[in-house]
């Protein structure tokens, strides 16, 4: 049958089961958004504030689901402010789909109104993008999208359509989708080589990045992780990949990971790396980093093996199927002697925080206790965002969403949308600092819109914490830029957009905050007043090796 271009957009998003759509529209993606209003009952329309929380949610939703998530916005300005968005989901390898519309055919290239090469602007970050200038091609455009969108390595992809492709006519023939399955082939000898590794081990520690949780091998890495009989810690981005309340587990390893895992890293004989990365965030002095083991690397992207760091051995595969190989064809191994010693670096150096005060770790706690360890938590980026991953135990995947690789201050209230849209049944939280907030607090204007009931938590220390602790610790305490000496007042901006704003200076007003906005089912912001000089302990200094973390204790004992 013979559709227009925004019909085919339209149909091929209901082939491959989108439900729910992010964006802000504008004159070039008018034919699109007048096709979606006819599908309203088939496909939600969520409007942000800004094309940036469009992206974030669309971001949100993927991580949260597992599925593709859409966002769309107009030509020129519209496009733009989708590429921190964009650039987020590429640096975590976070499937979506972002489509834009650009000016006609004839006026690109022009300098037309509101036109840009926004598929040039965007190649660098991600996994492809096309332009479509004739609308034969549309349907398969899209399609091929959300399949390089989710296989292999996940990440996004964008489709540029000029204004007159969305309206001219061609030929349209539905087709069913299945999904997107990995390949089940794995390397005989690379499989022989990890079991001989691990077999020969006497002190191996299991590191999990975010590629186990975007594959869904919590199951199969719980499995194994028993079976090597090993500690295991986690990166930023593998949080709940591995539950945060086994025996077994050491928390966060890096520069603000836990001594345990950053001891413990440092003196096993092997590292068995699944779906990591090797970030500087995580191996400090990459020439010290684990420098008595050997590295057995398991990842879905070749690009990944040696790239920061020398392996020793590395399994390119889909994590799931890998561990599920190794499962099968390994023996139960035991290193009673060596977790003895680990669990006893978990007795002597456990996270701690004043007691008695209101702190960031305090209301990460207390979060953790009211909704008993289930609630999806999104974070902006900075002391929050450490806190969030240190005092919150995750004991399943897609229930910490946060911006790792590009740091994405700005990032966590769209995501919570997303995540809240996608997962309704699930209490979201968004944990912020004041500075983040502040980038895109408009988005609570948006929550309100769609009555969508998230709870953000403001960790409020009217400075740029992490930054000013990096000033604190080493630059002299020259505080360059850091202070939010102003008069915003979150509570009453939380207010007049609609939500329900609660302000908390004690632990006691706090737990009864968060409390009451367990209860309202409304969009609530928590305004939580903290001091300006709270840190996050444990540190690795820049350029220092991983075992040499220190905390208050430490710098006290230094000076």
Sequence with gaps: ????????????????????????????????????????????????????GAAHAADGYARATGKVGVCFATSGPGATNLVTGIATAYMDSIPIVAITCNV???????????????????????????????????????????????????????????????????????????PVVPPIDVCEEDIETALKMIAKSKKPYIFVGGGAVLSGANEELYTFAKKVDAP????????GAFPGTDPLYTGMLGMHGTKTSNYGVSECDLLIVIGARFSDRVTGN????????????IDVDPAEMNKNVLITEGVVGDIKVVLGVLNERLTQQSHTEWLNKIMEYKERYPLSYHPD???????????????????????EVGQHQMWAAQFYKYTKPRTLLTSGGLGTMGYGLGASLGA?????????????????????????????????????????????????????LFYGQRYSATVLNDAVDFVKLAEAMGAEGIRATTQEEF?????????????????CQIGADDKVWPMVAPGKAIDEAFDEKDLKEKK
């Design 1 to 52: 049958m013979q559709l227009t271009g925004s019909e085919i957009v339209i149909e091929c998003l209901k082939e491959q089961g989108v439900d729910t759509v992010f964006g802000y529209p504008g004159g070039a993606i008018l034919n699109v958004y007048d096709e979606l209003y006819k599908h309203s009952d088939e496909i939600t329309h969520i409007l942000t504030s800004h094309e940036q």
């Design 104 to 178: 006609g055919v004839a006026l690109l290239g022009k300098d037309s109104f509101q036109e840009i090469d926004i598929a040039g602007i965007t190649m660098p970050i991600t996994k492809h993008n096309y332009i479509v200038k004739d609308v034969n091609d549309l349907a398969d455009t899209i399609r091929k999208a959300f399949v390089i969108a989710q296989k292999g390595r996940p990440g996004p992809v964008l489709i540029d359509i000029p204004k007159d492709v969305t309206a001219n006519k061609a030929e349209y023939k539905k087709t069913v989708i299945g």
């Design 232 to 239: 295991v810690t986690d990166s930023l981005m593998g949080k």
């Design 286 to 297: 990459a020439k010290k980093f684990a420098k008595n083991a050997k590295i057995l690397q």
């Design 357 to 379: 005060e209101l702190t960031g770790p305090y209301v990460v706690e207390e979060i953790y206790r009211q909704t008993e360890g289930d609630a999806i938590i999104v974070t």
């Design 420 to 472: 809240k849209t996608g997962m309704p049944e699930k209490t979201v939280v968004n944990i912020a600092g004041d500075g983040c907030f502040r980038m895109n607090m408009n988005e609570i204007a948006a929550a309100v819109r769609h009555n969508i009931p998230v709870i953000q938590v403001v960790i409020n220390n009217h400075v740029l914490g992490m930054v000013r602790q990096w000033q604190n």
């Design 511 to 527: 737990k009864d905050a968060f409390a009451k906005a367990l209860t309202l089912g409304k969009p609530v912001v928590i305004d």
